[in-house]
């Protein structure tokens, strides 16, 4: 049977906007060890914007209105940047979504791409241009996410998109080093822009540039290794790792994706309430004691 504090702990969770889905995760959250945290969307805002933008081999297009066009049919906080470019979007078909990775689809009768470099890469079957990576490599120096973009098998912009540390992160994090815990930030965002993020709040245990499957392999690195391991994420790039973390925990303002992966879901905003869900573990296991 249930204790009676586990579901008074459960009902006090629901009022302080964290929902936990199952009895064990009230249990299973006083044994982390270990916090594992996405950036985008997790650690940072998720509200993306458009910081630069360089345009190669004089499109006999726009490329703006095709990229966002594109985008538009993506959830990923960087389309939702992108597809700002442009006030009306045409109509995508044959739309493809890499969680992780980039998008692709038609548009205007265009084959149209856009995503991280290395997708972008594999996509062509070729290495990206000198002039493309330079723009990329100069993107990530800033600290922003590099998106090759482009048509019928050729780069035609490189965009950086910017997004901005979430005001309550720093704070959480080092909360959550003065309680005991290691805070690993994992993201499939490339090492600029995870170092500028991951300064920003004081984490120095940084993972970048790891495909969503990659994150499910670093979450049973750090198991094997005798962590016990929350994972904290939004996206559904994250939701293998969240499913595979000892806890998952899902950002308020997630995706569906996370939400049905992770033990407890935060319905409230930023970081801070990954504090008030471990301390109502910590205070509901200690009543049972
Ligand atoms: P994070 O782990 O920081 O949340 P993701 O794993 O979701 O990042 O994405 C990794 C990278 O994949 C992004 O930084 C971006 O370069 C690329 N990417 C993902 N989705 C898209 C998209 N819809 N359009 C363009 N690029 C994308
Ligand atoms: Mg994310």
């Known amino acids: ?40 969307g ?33 959830e990923h906080p960087v389309a939702r940047a992108l597809a700002g470019l442009v006030d009306e979007h045409e109509d995508v078909t044959d739309f493809a979504g890499l969680a992780g990775r980039g998008v ?37 120096v800033s600290g922003a996410t590099a998106v090759v973009a482009g048509w019928d098998g050729a780069v035609h912009a490189v965009y950086a998109v910017a997004d ?33 993020a991951a300064d920003a709040v004081g984490i120095r245990e940084v993972v970048a540039g790891v495909l969503p499957e990659q994150k499910v392999d670093e979450i049973v690195r750090l198991q094997a290794a005798g962590r016990r391991v929350a994972m904290v994420g939004d996206g559904v790039n994250d939701a293998a790792a969240l499913a595979t973390a000892d806890l998952g925990i899902a950002m308020g303002g997630g995706t569906d994706a996370a939400m049905h992966a992770s033990d407890i879901a935060l319905t409230g905003h930023g970081l801070a309430p990954v504090l008030t869900a471990l301390d109502l573990s910590r205070r509901t296991m200690r009543i049972i004691r």
Not at 172 to 182: E, F, I, K, N, S
């Open 1 to 40: 049977a249930t204790p009676i504090a586990i579901l008074v702990g459960t009902g006090r969770g629901a009022q302080l906007g964290v929902l936990i889905t199952g009895p064990e995760a009230l249990e299973v959250a006083e044994r982390v060890d270990t916090i594992v945290l996405d950036k985008t």
């Open 42 to 74: 997790t650690l940072t805002e998720g509200r993306m914007s458009v910081a630069g933008r360089t345009v190669f081999a004089d499109p006999d297009a726009d490329a703006d209105r095709l990229v966002a066009s594109l985008e538009h049919a993506s």
């Open 104 to 140: 692709t689809g038609t548009v205007a009768g265009r084959a149209v791409f856009a995503g991280r470099p290395a997708f972008v890469a594999e996509y062509l079957g070729a290495e990206l241009a000198d002039d493309v990576q330079q723009a990329v490599d100069a993107a990530a």
């Open 164 to 196: 901005t540390v979430r005001g309550d992160s720093a704070d959480t994090v080092a909360r959550l080093r003065d309680r005991g815990l290691d805070v690993i930030l994992l993201t499939g965002d490339n090492e600029g822009a995870a170092r500028a």
